[in-house]
């Protein structure tokens, strides 16, 4: 009997949220429900949507819509999130996860009004399921959230509304809806917060690490939308374009950028960078052990390049080759989680920053870098690199630095939770560096019993299981902060949920399974 994928993914997404909901048990857990119910009615809207070429967009292609996983994320973030907070006795940061929580629900549902809206003829049935989640979401949200912090959900979503429209009119087959859904919400959450905290510097608080991703992205965004509107009516590969887009992005930078960054954290950016970086011995060893990794990572590239140029045309980087660089991030990652995690936070957001500077500079192939990148990159892509970004780097990235960002600092004690909370900063680390790594090498080379309806192995899903509760096991033993508590069971039911979650997704997993996993792990 052939397995729907699409099925099983669900399952799995479902059987993650009533395990928040039995943890969490209130109002909007229960909503929760309601919405992951209405969403996997609209996922078959969606998918029939994009068979027939019905949806008003580009997306990518060879991939279901993923509105079931992708539509959850948010709302189990905030859910768990107000559930720590809320035990550690943080009033303001709880009330902001249920911000998180109904933000995160009035996305998914918005673009389940989309997919209704264009599907022909009107799906009856479907319209009925989702307007009974929309009217409890609604309620919930009318008796749980203030004025003030309903305008600001509103806010969020006006900007989801044209940001969305931007992105997916200039990167046709780059996202699926989920992935839009999950990414484009992302930025239009930072976006609003960071607008409401420069209209109110008076209230500006916490430490100043945490300020640095918000303008980054920001800044990031601006510089893309600009130059990619700019150059609808403009040749970019001259000389002349590449000098203005430079220029231009100095000018961003230091003039914009550098001041808007000094108003949050009190001081001169790269001063306080300076004074930070240079702290102690430790920072100054882990900066040059990093800048050796990186050496090692271009050298990686130049030689698979050489391969292809003195063998064959139709040379490509294979799995195995691919997953090295997975190999040289956990390499990376790990010392700076055991040894200091706040430096690591600043260099994943200033490598962010470098990545997308980089893919712009490929993207509209400005002088004198963007041929070459071009041609370098080529030989790493893969069948979800089908838009015109290449962005599996950029994913891989994120993977690993979001559960370090998303770390809930003011509602642990210390800058530690207890339990499973202690491997959080490490989800990115065992579901991305360590679990989808091995998984993928030993699942291509030595896999041969396949999952009912996908190309994974259940060989390859066992090994990852297994390597990462090794994992665990090392964590343990160099990093004396994180205490288990005895959740040895609950870890390695969250590893195998999220293992079956990343053999049936056709979403991509660098950016969803290590969000799952640190949901699961904050419980």
Not at 146 to 154: Q, R
Not at 395 to 408: A, C, Q, R, T
């Amino acid at each position: 009997m052939q397995i729907n994928p699409v099925l099983v993914e669900s399952t799995v997404v479902l059987a993650v949220v009533l395990c928040v909901h039995m943890a969490v048990w209130n109002q909007h857990s229960w909503c929760s429900i309601a919405l992951i119910i209405q969403a996997f009615y609209v996922q078959h809207k969606w998918d029939r949507l994009l068979r027939s070429g019905g949806a008003v967009f580009q997306f990518r292609p060879a991939a279901n819509s993923g509105i079931v996983p992708a539509s959850m994320v948010m709302p189990l973030l905030g859910l768990v999130l107000r559930e720590k907070c809320s035990a550690s006795g943080n009033v303001y940061f709880e009330r902001f996860s249920m911000v998180i929580t109904i933000t995160g629900m009035m996305l998914a549902l918005f673009l389940s009004l989309i997919a209704l809206g264009i599907t022909r003829p009107v799906p009856t049935n479907t319209c009925v399921i989702a307007g009974m989640a929309g009217s409890a979401i609604l309620y919930t949200t009318k008796q749980t959230l203030t004025v003030s912090e309903v305008i600001e959900v509103l806010e969020v979503l006006l900007i989801f509304v044209y940001l969305s429209l931007i992105v997916l009119y200039l990167l046709p087959r780059c996202f699926t809806p989920g992935e839009a859904l999950l990414i484009v919400g992302g930025i239009s959450f930072i976006v609003n917060q960071l607008i409401k905290r420069s209209l109110n510097l008076a209230e500006v608080k916490g430490d100043p690490v945490n300020y640095f991703l918000p303008v980054i992205v920001v800044g990031s965004l601006l510089l893309g939308v600009f130059f990619a509107l700019l150059f609808c009516f403009m040749e970019s590969e001259t000389w002349v374009s590449s000098l203005f887009f430079h220029m231009m992005t100095a000018v961003l930078g230091l003039g914009i950028l550098m001041p808007w960054l000094s108003l949050f954290i009190g001081r001169h950016p790269i001063m306080w960078l300076l004074d930070f970086v240079t702290l102690n011995d430790r920072r100054l060893g882990l900066l040059g052990y990093w800048v050796f990794l990186c050496v090692v990572a271009t050298c990686v590239v130049l030689h698979q390049n050489y391969q292809r140029q003195s063998g064959s045309k139709k040379h490509q980087a294979s799995t195995v080759v691919r997953k090295y660089f997975h190999l040289i991030v956990v390499a990376t990652y790990v010392p700076g989680l055991v040894y200091d995690r706040q430096l690591l936070h600043v260099a994943s957001v200033g490598c962010l920053a470098v990545f997308l500077f980089l893919e712009y500079v490929r993207y509209f192939r400005i002088r004198p870098l963007g041929q070459l990148l071009r041609q370098l990159l080529t030989l790493f892509l893969d069948e979800r690199d089908s838009g015109p970004l290449i962005l599996t780097h950029i994913y891989l990235l994120l993977g690993m630095s979001l559960p370090i960002w998303l770390f809930p600092g003011p509602c642990a004690p210390k800058g530690i939770l207890p339990g499973a909370g202690g491997l959080v900063p490490y989800a990115g680390v065992l579901a991305v560096g360590v679990g989808d790594t091995v998984a993928s090498v030993f699942g291509s080379t030595m896999g041969e019993i396949r999952w009912p309806g996908t190309r994974k192995t259940m060989e390859g899903t066992a090994t990852s299981v297994f390597a990462q509760i090794i994992a665990v096991a090392m964590f343990l033993i160099f990093d004396g902060s994180i205490n288990l508590n005895s959740t040895y069971s609950w870890i390695v039911g969250s590893i195998t949920l999220v293992a079956m979650l990343e053999a049936y997704t056709s979403q991509i997993d660098n950016l969803l399974l290590p969000l799952y996993l640190l949901i699961l792990l904050l419980l």
